[in-house]
């Protein structure tokens, strides 16, 4: 089932989402939901607050990357109370858009090597070091599980000068090809 993406302005992209048990309910039908919201979204990335629920689930499908970078050929992955924990290596800035943000893209500076902890779909513990694309994907969407949003790391003057569009956002003037939920 589609789901609509909550867009800048909700509550809900702002809060600190909290960690989930293997008995939460239907976790496995939110995983296959939110990878199909992503897809129709044209994402490689969704969190779970972006559909309005403040848990610790972000799933990435990089698989359609693959014709330029074969190392993502079927990657499609869901990632349970994952947070980074560490984040090293080189900076480098790289546009970055985002479902919660139509219409906005802007370069992001981020580390091109991070440390992450996450569960899988069958609730394994992983433990592993990230590199490239795959890094910046996931330090953008685990941040959603911080309440945070990639507009956080821009200058003061590229948040200025965005400042018109954002509030077309806020005031639910944005057109997009996904379903969405606006500010009411």
Request: overall charge negative; proline content about 5%; glycine content about 6%.
């Amino acid at each position: 089932m589609i789901l609509p993406v909550y867009v800048y302005g909700q509550p809900v992209l702002r809060k600190v989402a909290e960690d989930i048990t293997p008995d939460y309910p239907n976790l496995n039908t939110l995983i296959e939901n939110m990878f199909e919201t992503m897809d129709k979204a044209d994402g490689v990335g969704l969190a779970a607050p972006q559909i309005g629920l403040s848990i610790r689930v972000v799933v990435i499908d990089l698989d359609v990357l693959s014709d330029d970078r074969p190392e993502y050929k079927g990657f499609h992955k869901a990632y349970i109370n994952a947070h980074v924990l560490e984040a090293d290596g080189q900076e480098e800035s790289i546009e970055e858009g985002c479902l919660s943000l139509p219409g906005i893209h802007e370069s992001v500076n981020r580390m091109n090597r991070i440390r992450v902890k996450y569960m899988d779909e069958n609730f394994v513990e992983h433990d592993e070091y990230v590199e490239g694309y795959l890094a910046r994907v996931m330090q953008h969407e685990f941040e959603h599980l911080d309440g945070k949003l990639f507009i956080d790391h821009l200058s003061p003057l590229r948040k200025q000068m965005i400042k018109g569009k954002l509030n077309a956002l806020l005031k639910g003037k944005t057109r997009c090809s996904y379903k969405i939920r606006p500010i009411k």
